[in-house]
């Protein structure tokens, strides 16, 4: 069945770093793919997507590349701020399936 | 649009009572999702419906767990009786199939004592 491997937390990192979560994924078919981010005490909400291979999502600095030769969709940010503490979240849905498949989410803190 | 909203926001509740948790999916909206999220086993799908229609129930984790929609804006998820190990956040989501962007509402955490 499909399943996404995200990148275990959590992960502390300075004010201005670069940021990478890693994600993988296996599916049956053609999936998209999405990130999602949770801050404390919210639902989650989508960061970005990407619905086929080499398509790059990008919202609020943050990136991410469906490469389907690795499986990935790894998620980058040239430049953190305090304000991107939060954990986030890979998932798929399988083309004509509205079900998404969710990694266990990396906790993210940025400290100043 | 206000969202999908759930209620309560909290609950608090003895093991053994029942406990019904509340959702309004968002207007249009063809799909409803509840999930679990805990420490120990992260974010879960309960069940899903489409067009009231419930699809997959596979993630109910046992007869104490029901969940309804009897119509495209309202939907609930009962717990009886209550248990200890059911305390959690619930979540709802909807979507309206533009992509399968699944949004979510504020969640509903549950403490049974």
């Known amino acids: 069945g499909d399943s996404v491997t995200q990148m275990e937390g959590p992960v502390t990192l300075s004010e201005e770093a670069f940021l990478t979560i890693n994600c993988t994924y296996t599916a049956t078919g053609y999936p998209s793919l999405f990130w999602y981010v949770q801050y404390p005490g919210e639902g989650l909400q989508l960061l970005l997507k990407a619905t086929k291979a080499d398509d790059k999502g990008s919202n609020k600095g943050f990136e991410a590349t469906y490469r389907k030769e690795t499986t990935s969709f790894h998620l980058e940010k040239g430049s953190v701020q305090v304000s991107d503490s939060a954990v986030y979240f890979c998932?798929?849905?399988?083309?004509?399936?509205?079900?998404?498949?969710f990694g266990t989410g990396t906790r993210l803190t940025i400290i100043p | 649009d206000a969202g999908v909203i759930q209620s309560p926001r909290h609950e608090v509740t003895e093991m053994g009572q029942e406990v019904t948790l509340r959702c309004k999916p968002i207007s249009g909206h063809n799909s409803l999702f509840w999930y679990r999220q805990t420490m120990m086993r992260g974010l879960e799908l309960l069940i899903y419906?489409?067009?009231?229609?419930?699809?997959?129930d596979s993630g109910m984790p046992e007869d104490r767990f029901s969940a309804k929609m009897p119509n495209a804006s309202f939907s609930t998820l009962k717990i009886q009786p209550s248990e200890p190990r059911d305390s959690a956040v619930y979540f709802c989501?909807?979507?309206?199939?533009?992509?399968?962007?699944?949004?979510f509402g504020p969640g509903t955490r549950l403490t049974v004592t």
């Open positions: 419906f489409n067009n009231n229609v419930p699809i997959d």
């Open positions: 998932a798929l849905s399988d083309f004509g399936n509205e079900k998404l498949t």
């Open positions: 989501a909807s979507t309206g199939g533009d992509g399968n962007e699944q949004y």
